[in-house]
């Protein structure tokens, strides 16, 4: 069973730092992109980053490039998300998703990062 | 970056309605559409990819349809579970933007 997990989620400083993981199974995670998603408090889906297996090409959001830093760990199947300058509109759950046929198939349950002002 | 419009932003719809929802690309996406159903609490679920290509174990109450700029995701007869919040997405350039959402609602 495909399961993504993310963690990391805390209350942080506006200015402060946050690293966010996502613990991979059940599939080859090394062979496959993946995502980076978040949802704002009462707004839609945002696609934030995106980076692929080989970690050749990485795609960034205007709103988090220069701050926001995505990796993986392909022989710990896992995704980070390193957070850096945070602001209160960085306030959001945070989504690992898995892309195929250039959608998002599998996504994790998500994890609320909090940037107080 | 290509905007996704979806309409409307909401509806409100009986048990056993059809149900169709409108997502336009600001420019041409091909087929690279795909939609997702978003519950609270919950992980979004990817229903629709390359624009009409269901994904495996989504009901065929739904379908998608379209390419270039308009697109349309339908629900031929809405179920309770089917209550929820949809997305498209284009996957053609980054960023990979959503839409603003369709809330669908019981009437």
């Known amino acids: 069973e495909v399961q993504l997990v993310e963690s990391g989620g805390d209350l942080v400083q506006s200015g402060g730092s946050l690293t966010l993981s996502c613990a991979a199974s059940?599939?080859?995670?090394?062979?496959?992109?993946m995502n980076w998603v978040r949802q704002a408090p009462g707004k839609g889906l945002e696609w934030i980053s995106y980076?692929?297996?080989?970690?050749?090409?990485?795609h960034y959001a205007a709103s988090v490039k220069g701050r926001f830093t995505i990796s993986r760990d392909n022989a710990k199947n896992s995704l980070y998300l390193q957070m850096n300058s945070l602001r209160a509109e960085d306030t959001a759950v945070y989504y690992c998703a898995r892309s195929v046929h250039y959608a998002f198939d599998y996504w994790g349950q998500g994890i609320l990062v909090t940037v107080s002002s | 970056d290509i905007q996704m419009t979806q309409s409307p932003s909401s509806l409100s719809a009986s048990v056993g309605d059809r149900v169709t929802i409108t997502c336009r690309a600001s420019?041409?996406?091909?087929?690279?559409l795909s939609w997702y159903q978003h519950k609270p609490g919950k992980a979004p679920k990817l229903l629709i990819y390359a624009a009409s290509t269901l994904q495996g174990g989504v009901p065929s109450r739904f379908s998608g349809s379209g390419s270039g700029t308009y697109f349309t995701l339908s629900i031929s007869s809405l179920q309770p579970e089917d209550f929820a919040t949809y997305y498209c997405q284009q996957s053609y350039s980054p960023p990979l933007t959503f839409g603003g959402g369709t809330q669908v609602e019981i009437k």
């Open positions: 059940g599939f080859s995670f090394n062979i496959y992109s």
């Open positions: 420019q041409s996406i091909i087929s690279k």
């Open positions: 980076m692929t297996s080989d970690t050749r090409t990485i």
